[in-house]
Structure formats: structure tokens, C-alpha cells
């Protein structure tokens, strides 16, 4: 009965929530005022949903849902904020890499190591001024399996992990739009690229050495999209002045 009552629940979400609900991810394109019923819907999951297998990652309601309000707190209406979502995890054979022998010294055996990537989130908004913003995380996992000898003889096997949140900001100005050189640098952890013409793009790149919980992740992401946004006249940057 309690098993009904839930799946009853999840087919009241919205499609997108039940789509990242059941399948783990969805990608499509909606208007601003279109994602509201999104966020709404996916606020209720926490008190709808009990069961393992049906719940979502922290990083739905701790980065997906934030980054929806923020990107769409600054789009015009008509605006189109495009979302591709993917909560599967690094762990699936598309997303891993070859494995390969790394150097080792006794007691250890041998060792083996490959890296996952996790694109999970990739986010478009057609911002009010006029410019395009895009953002995408992605999760690099590097992985480590040893064999190592004990000193009784026995043979262990240890896998370790070591991720790392690659974020990436890209904005395109609309055209002619004003330009100026920030007055101070960005952080030594975020690469800033320009690329001049009439229509100018910024991008910003910053590793953030993890795994990161949501709340500073999100802290994060924040602050390597202002970087762009620095480049143009002072106004409102992106995620500052609506969290």
C-alpha cells in the first residue's frame, strides 16, 4: 500500500521531476515562466518520497534547483532556458574511461587506474540583456584499484577515489555591447578566456578539487559565473544580488 501511495505521488510530478525521478535525467528547452511549475514540483519530493530507489541525489534540490531560480531571476519572459540533467553517477561504462598500469613499489603489487567523466549538468539561459549564458559541471573521478601484500601474506584489493568539479561559464555578449578590463584579477583557480569581435564571448573555467557538498559547490559555480559578467559596465551579476 505504501509502495502505491508513492508511485501514485510520482505520477502527480511534474514530467520533468518525474522523468529525473525515474530515469535519472531529461534534456529539453522551455520558456522562463515554464520551469516554475518544475521548481514547485520538485520542492515536494522530499515529504512525498521515501523509498531508496526513487529519491534524488543532494545535488538536485542543493545545485539543480538553486541554479534554475538564479538563471531564470534574470531572463526576460520569453526568454529560453535550455537544461540537460543527468543524477546517473559516474559509474556507467559510457562515462568511463580505459584502464592503465600505474608504476608501483613493494608491498604493493600492482595497480590500476582510469578516469569517469560526469558531465551532469549543462544549463543555456537567453539572459535579459541580451547575452548568452551557458554553464555546465562535470565530475572527473579518477579511480585507483591496488593490490597490495600485508605483512601476514595476504593479498588486499583497495579502490580509491579522487574527484574533481570541472565548472565552465561561457557568456556572449549581445553585439556592440560595451566592454571594460575588470580592475583586479579573477582567483588563481579560475582561467579566464576572451575572444574579441563583434559579438564578444568570456569564458570562465574553474577546477575545484572535491567532492565538494552542495552548499560550497554551488558557492562555487557562483563564482566562476561572475567572472564574465565582470567584463561588461557594472550591473547586476549573474547569481549575486538573487540568492
Known sequence: MFWRKQKAAIERFHPLHRALTLEKGFAVS???DDWEPV???????RTEIRRRRWLLPARVPGVLVPMLRIMASDMRPDGVLSVAADVRGPRLP???????????????????????????????????DGSVLELSVTDRV????RRKRNPRGKIKIKTKTKTTHL???TRRLAKDTAVQRPGTPPPPWIRVQVK??????FRANGKLPGPLGEAELIDRILHVS???FRWTPPGRAMGRTTT
Open 196 to 201: 574579441q569581435g563583434r559579438r564578444m564571448m
Open 226 to 228: 561572475t567572472e564574465p
Open 39 to 45: 521548481i514547485q514540483s520538485l520542492a515536494r519530493h
Open 30 to 32: 522551455l520558456r522562463r
Open 167 to 169: 565548472v565552465r561559464v
Open 142 to 145: 579518477r579511480y585507483r584499484r
Open 94 to 128: 559510457e562515462k568511463t574511461g580505459p584502464q592503465y598500469d600505474v608504476p608501483v613499489q613493494r608491498p604493493v603489487l600492482s595497480m590500476k587506474q582510469w578516469y569517469a567523466m560526469d558531465p551532469w549538468l549543462r544549463m543555456r539561459a537567453e539572459l535579459r
